[in-house]
T-cell receptor, first 115, second 114 residues
Framework: KQEVTQIPAALSVPEGENLVLNCSFT??????LQWFRQDPGKGLTSLLL?????REQTSGRLNASLDKSSGRSTLYIAASQPGDSATYLCAVFHAGGTSYGKLTFGQGTILTVHP | EADIYQTPRYLVIGTGKKITLECSQT?????MYWYQQDPGMELHLIHYSYGVNSTEKGDLSSESTVSRIRTEHFPLTLESARPSHTSQYLC?????????????FGPGTRLTVL
């Protein structure tokens, strides 16, 4: 059964710092990996999607990498801002087995960027 | 921006009431999903659909039911709400067809059963 783990569970940094959020998964049979942002009490906003054949994707100050063989992904946030404060979730989209066609989510990293 | 909508956004009801949470998307996606999320906790898949007249139960057992009569519409129903159903319910959709398709989420419905 696929397990997705995110480290750290919580992170508090001063504004302007560059930071890295980690995501690991146990089954490499995935179609893609998606990073989401969730603000308190809200839905999920898709940030980046990395296909299984890709190694990284970039959007503005965000860069996500994927090492499928080792079951790891990182989300890099450059020059963090207070508005980046949210919970960040990674999720893998299964390519086969009983979980085919479904996303499995990590527990999330709660990020706080203070001025 | 994702075109996926959920109503109501907030609902407070008494025990025993029947409720329907609405979810609709205008992107023509064939796959739709319902997740349940308690505050500060993980998302759990409770229902999914791969197309019209196709519905399946997810990984987390739920007393709710769903229907998919139209591609764009995927309502969730609780026949008799209980306090244990208090949670946030998130609807999502995606298009079939490969590794490049993102999953999009609605804003969620926060349900409180008294």
């Amino acid at each position: 059964k696929q397990e997705v783990t995110q480290i750290p569970a919580a992170l508090s940094v001063p504004e302007g710092e560059n930071l890295v959020l980690n995501c690991s998964f146990t089954d490499s049979a995935i179609y893609n990996l998606q990073w989401f942002r969730q603000d308190p009490g809200k839905g999920l906003t898709s940030l980046l999607l990395i296909q299984s054949s890709q190694r990284e994707q970039t959007s503005g100050r965000l860069n996500a990498s994927l090492d499928k063989s080792s079951g790891r992904s990182t989300l890099y946030i450059a020059a963090s801002q207070p508005g980046d404060s949210a919970t960040y979730l990674c999720a893998v989209f299964h390519a086969g087995g009983t979980s085919y066609g479904k996303l499995t989510f990590g527990q999330g990293t709660i990020l706080t960027v203070h001025p | 921006e994702a075109d996926i909508y959920q109503t109501p956004r907030y609902l407070v009801i008494g025990t025993g009431k029947k409720i329907t949470l609405e979810c609709s998307q205008t992107m023509g996606h064939d796959k739709m999903y319902w997740y349940q999320q308690d505050p500060g906790m993980e998302l759990h898949l409770i229902h999914y659909s791969y197309g019209v007249n196709s519905t399946e139960k997810g990984d987390l057992s739920s007393e709710s039911t769903v229907s998919r009569i139209r591609t764009e519409h995927f309502p969730l129903t609780l026949e008799s709400a209980r306090p244990s159903h208090t949670s946030q319910y998130l609807c999502a959709s995606r298009k079939s067809g490969g590794s490049y398709n993102e999953q999009f989420f609605g804003p969620g419905t926060r349900l409180t059963v008294l």
